[in-house]
């Protein structure tokens, strides 16, 4: 006869001693890390989408047809001034110090757990907190170089700097037209080498580490999906997230939240996996 048996989840209890029980298990070898801007409000470089806080409620002085116009690859072609204007505020934040959280993500590294840190942040911290370019893949692009949008000639950004700081729309100077960022616009979509290494990263890894994001961004929120059906999802994030898939009410469903700042629940985890010195130690080297 046919019995239909309940599979309990690979994480006994929808807590932080359990998630770390389960990270110090053998079952747990693979861990993918998914972050969005809430690991770096602590560092002072606001979100996108909190009230009055984040980004986009700031920006009625910009007089934009809509908030997040000003990602927009094809407003940015007509009117790049309110771009500039962003990354003028954002340039002298970028030399900030990362917060506990990105110590935490490079500490998984240094444990041998990490198969790869997902971020939707182009503020580039990952990378000063150590994490190397084979670890990091940055799906959103990154303040730190940029391109002409005719001939594609590369630009520093420190380059870009000396144009955006005096209110000067960087042009390039061999065929005179648009520099942009490598910031990925909406509308530009993802780089193909990112979605294909995100399927096969996704699809084998133990545990989905979700840190900071409103998982509102396509498709960044629905890799989430991809993982295995068993595989734990973990998000650590301030507030409660609308993501269809997941179910975090649900007493026997595999995907756990905990809400409160990003660097808390970190901080809260190390201590349960008996890392608390190995991340004091790591932030004290970086400082
Ligand atoms: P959002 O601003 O949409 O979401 C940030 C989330 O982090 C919110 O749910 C906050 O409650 C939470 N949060 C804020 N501070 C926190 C803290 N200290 N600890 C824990 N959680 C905290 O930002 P993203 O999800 O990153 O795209 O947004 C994704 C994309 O939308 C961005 O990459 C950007 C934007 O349009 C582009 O620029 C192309
Ligand atoms: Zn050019």
New binding site residues.
Partial sequence: MWCWKKKSPLISEKSLPSVAEYILSEQCTKIVTM?????S??AGIP????PSS???AQLAALRLPYP?AV?DFDYFTQNPVPFFRICKEMYPKLKVKP?L?HYFIKLLDDKGLLLRHYT???DGLERKAGLCEDKLIQ???TYETGHCLKCNKGYSLKWMETYVMSDTIPMCIACGALVKPD????GEGIPQRVVSKCRSDFRSCDLLLI???????EP??SFAGLVKKKCPRVL????P?QKRGFRFQNSDSRDIAWY??????CSTLALYLGWEKDLVKLMGNKK
Wanted: aromatic residues 8%.
């Fill in positions: 972050a969005g801007a809430g690991i409000t602590a979100d996108f989408r909190s984040g980004l986009y997040e990602f917060t959280t939707q942040n182009i799906a959103h692009g910031i990925i616009l909406f840190l900071g994001s409103s998982l509102t961004v960044i929120a650590i994030n301030r507030t997230v409160g700042n990003s660097d808390e629940g």
